[in-house]
């Protein structure tokens, strides 16, 4: 396998060369610190900050109590589980004093110095200021407290020896926090220190390399969550309606936007986490984001002519008529207690990849239960693999002037198959 | 003993009287089979006083089969059973000998709704005691026509026996015996230990259907020639229809007719889907005046608070004042919660030969006729109200307005039955709600811990808008001449609307209940199940648990310190243990709750103890175990009973943690589940046992709105234990728990 | 004309093909057991089986299903030879108005059909998408298990009739 091969030969280069990093013993163990040690001011601000880094979404199992981890994150190296960092001392992180938190943060090592895997994006909480950094501990620290052991990494060697990770940090992690740009507004540098540090989204919408890093000159291009495509946020973003800081604004918060779309899958709890988090924060990361996208005209809506694909297209128009326009047509058939963003606005159906329709379609998007919100059944059954590439053909010439995804049959079937390995 | 005392015996004289009086007044009769049809004498017992002949009730047939007649309806509650198991002990046949025929007004009693969890207490003692009428009637006869002493045979398996094998089937012996003959309420009734059917959990006679897709609902009815009809209901209230060109959708395939009557649009169709899609043409064709007549959501109870109120005294008992040495207060406040049948509303209409005929799953067959009849102005006896089944109902929601539909829809296209199916959407936007309601409650302490001084006070719209009337359909108020809706009335005590379970069950030496009844109705409101009782219980017993803290008591001591009546007593304790309250160890995250009611402080009592699980970072809570004690007097399903308390549960639960009906100045919004969730599997307890203390020979209490009130109370008592946040503002929801509990 | 196979019998349907197969089922077959509850995929009342899986009739057309298998409740067993689920739900009298419960019913056969022994936990997350209103859900899950429990101990595959 090329990531491993390349993994060993770095460490034996890092071995004969002599250069070791020397791992960093922690403190001597802190007392458990109760809510009384902490200001409830700089505990709220950590809560804030917290929902913007996402702490809970990965240290969180589901069905699990907060912040106890056990989240299974499947990499192309093997399967990692998040930690428990609830401040019980013996299975969480209740000993860590604030220094060894923070050097978690910034260095990625545990309290006795040993690596964290990158799973855990300290390449972006590296740039988080101490101050910010103190206040996260001081949520965490309040926390109450789950005696919770997670399940052991699953990780082939060499990935499961955790030296290895000082070369992968030599050549990936740039240490270092934020520092302002003085040719940028005070909005749009609180964007960038928010999106590049604590929102880390370059962790999900940057491609990685083979060693499991950030492609630096496709940053922001695009990338992957647990089967689903994180969608490019940089100037390749596929949106057919460019967006305007009001629009991410409220995508950002209320998971959607009427121009633009849901947030579903792996984006669902980053929006619930972003709710929380005072508005002028999220203004700020869409600011930073918009001037990362740069200025786009509205996608030119030339009509793509079927081809080879018209029977494929022709039979999937019936299945639409049948089976989403009540809901998704906005001529006399629609429900009119129904109201849908315009599919032919919706980013996911421009994007170049069709796993975000394929799940959206086969499971639906749900609420949380009892949680209000958009409800879309999902198709799965219903459809044949057949009729899903038809349908989804149609819905790639008709609405987003665009060819038909090849292969979409296969990975349906991937995506189904992978849903029923994991509900056993 | 003081006035409280008096007041509780009175009532618990009353009720046995009624109910009992034959009990004790038990012989048998020996000679004629008619009765003096001029006695006034006591009231009878049960339905009986209102439908007092025989034959109304019990018809056997020379082939020997019998029908029993009741007017109340099935809606899922079990009733059909148990009345048919009433029947069958009283008249020593098994009961797949009983036919039971319900809610009819071509041919049952008239009951007036089927509501109050006055199902058992109305129409099961009047069969009880018509069946033991009806069976003394016929071994009278049997023993005329053998000369063998009365006391000498018995009722067995559909016939009169003699201790030496002869047999006389009821069918033989019927005749005319049962016809102009009166129910006099005097008959013995069997001695409850020897109960064969009563008393035991017989399964169901709908479920068997039900699950292998046998007709069984309104739904199901498929008449010769049937067609489909949809209505366009308007966007909002006070919607007027302005313009529609309906020419485009006459051409639709299979479209009938386009009735227009005023605001009142409908399309009828040849097939079910047809109707659909020609209702969709329709609505998005028509066009509507609407004004903005609902109050800021943000600021409903503010809003409730100002507007004009009746204060009606429940009760003003001044006891000579005892010093009280702490005092607490508390308001408490409850949302618009919806009914939300699964299955939305739906009737057939068929208008024929100028008489009409409504198959309807109406809780009130009776009233809803006299309300269509005067919609159509016809005369009472040109319209049949029918009851057939529909989804649990929970209440007054669009049962009557549906058949209200199919009324006039019938009318515009006579001579074929009309089925009328109304969608999601127009259920949610359009079914009465249960009212919101804010209550306060205040109370002093003595040294001792105990209640010396009470005041509660509750404010609401009326829990009441059933058809009686015209007025009180909804498609009436859409004609080109409309029908206003009746001035609302509060329903009186003992049964209570807004105020109902407003006076606590507990030992209180002073206390002052006051309802503000508050008659403008923004909002389409009406009897939710369990009406006033859900939101004052929650009150009352919320406050209770506030007042046992204050007192540095456990909840449950603290509830036994102040109950008198043994049987409550008996639930509360019988609950305790069964949870293992006494033995409870604290555990992160997780904390218990009790709560007691008697329904309508005459009706069923309940105890209830139960374990959340919250997660503070999420703020969700999740019941998971409750342990409930009930006694609805004489079981006669104790499976029915668990049942009934089971779905209470949960349905309250989902009321309590995520219910409330949104809106904004035009119109309603929780236009679907999506905008009004509900309770789903995922979040289903992992236990609930109910016990059934049986009480043989006792008045039937009712069951079917025991357990909503309690549950509320239970689960905010619980978060308190869990969290230390009281939380007196439903639903539960996340923002609210995250929001006491803070960081 | 549109072929439907539903419970293994081939069924001639004059329906357009954007007609939910809810409606043919109920308004041109005649048959109870699917029902409508919200047409919006949000409840469950209108649950069947189309080749295995559990669906919503109410969103699916029939133009969808020609050569596909259809399966309802009528299809699983009748009142005198209930199938175990349906014999389960009977059993634990799992039903209060009883709407909801064919689609409940359609729902478990789909998990059961493809897991015989699930945990209480895939029970649950597998009935997600059926609403019941009247509160039967623990007799609905204990039918749920107890017909699993059958179908193991008699070691028969429950595939209905169909």
Redesign the interface.
Known sequence: MKARSLLVGLAMSVATAGVLITPVSGDTPAAPAGKRAFDATVIARGAQLSAIGNCATCHTRP?GQSFAGGLALETPFGVIYSTNITPDVETGIGAWSESDFLRAMHDGVDRNGRNLYPAFPYDHFARVTDDDVNAIYAFIMTRDPVRATVPANRLAFPMNFRPMLSAWKALYLEKGVYRPDPDRSAEWNRGAYLVEGLGHCGACHTPRNAMGAETKDLYLGGGEAEGWHATAINASSPAPVPWTVDQLTRYLRQGWDDQHGHAAGPMTPVAHELAEVPEADIRAMATYLLAVMGRKEPAAMRAVAPGRDESRVQSGA??F???C???HDEGASA?SS?RTVPLAQTTSIHAPDPRNVLHIVLE?I?PE?GEKGV???G??????DE?LASLLAYVRVHFANRPPWPDVSRQARDIIQHKNEN?? | MNSHDAERHALSRREFLAASGALIIGFSLASSSLRAQNSPGPKLPGSLDRNPMLDSWIRIDADGSISVFTGKAE????VKTALIQIAAEQLYVPPQRIRLITADTRQTPDEGYTAGSNSMKDSGTAIMNAAAQVREILIARASERLGVAADRLKAQDGAVVTDDGRRLGFGELVGDSLTRVRADGQSKLKDPVTYSVVGK?M??V????????????V??L?LPGMV?ARVVRPPSYVARLRELQTAAVEKM?GVLKVVRDGSFVAVVAA???EA?QAMRALAAAARWDERATLPDQADLYSYLQRLPADNIIDLDRQASPSPGVRSLEASYRRPYQMH?????SCAVGLFKDGALTVWTHSQGVYPLRQSIAEMLHLPDDRVQCIHV????C?GHNAADDAGADAALIARAFPDRPVRV?W??EQEHLWEPYGPAMLTTAKAALDSAGNIVAWDYEVTSNTHSMRPGGAGNLLPAWHLASPFAPAAPKPIPLPEGGGDRNAIPYYRLPSARVVHRFVPAMPVRVSALRALGAYMNVFSIESFIDELAQAAGADPVDFRLRHLDDPRARDVVSLVASRFGWSSYTRAPGRGRGFAFARYKNLGAYIALALEVDVNRERGSVRVMRAVAAVDSGQAVNP?GIR??I??????SS?WTLHEAVEFDRIAIRSA???RYP?L???E??E??DVHVIDRPGQPFLGTGEAAQGPTAAAIGNAIAYATGARIRELPFDRTRIKGAIGL | MIELDVNGKKQSVD??????LL?VL???L????A?????????G?CTVM???????SC??????LAG?KIK???G????EN?SPL?RA??DE?A????????GM?MRAQ?LLEK?PSPSD?????H?????????????I?RAVRRAAQAMQAGAVPDRGRA
């Not at chain 3, 936990?121 to 997350?125: K, M, P, Q």
């Open positions: 069905g019936a299945i008529a049948g089976t326009a009540g809901c429900i129904i639906g749900w239960p409800v879309m059944p198709f799965e059954g219903a459809l044949t009729q509900e056993r | 809606l899922g509650q079990g959990a399964p169901r709908d479920i068997p259907a039900k699950v292998t897709g046998g007709a069984a609902y739904q199901d498929r489909h395939p097939h079910e889907f659909i939300g049948a699964i299955g939305p089944e529909g989804s649990g929970y199916q969608m999601r499976d049942n009934q089971e779905g209470g549960i949960i349905q989902s679907d589940w999506s509900m789903r599997f995922p289903i307890p236990s609930i | 329906a357009a093909p954007d007609t939910p409606y109920r308004d041109h005649a048959m109870n057991g029902k409508f509850g919200c047409g919006l995929g949000q409840c009342a189309v080749d295995g899986d559990a669906v919503f969103l699916t057309p029939v133009a969808v596909r309802t409740v009528e699983l067993g009748t009142i209930p349906q739900f009977i009298q039903a209060q108005c009883g709407y909801c419960i064919a019913i789909a897991n936990a895939e029970i649950r997350r009935m997600m998408p059926n609403l019941c209103r009247c509160g039967t859900q623990m007799r899950f």
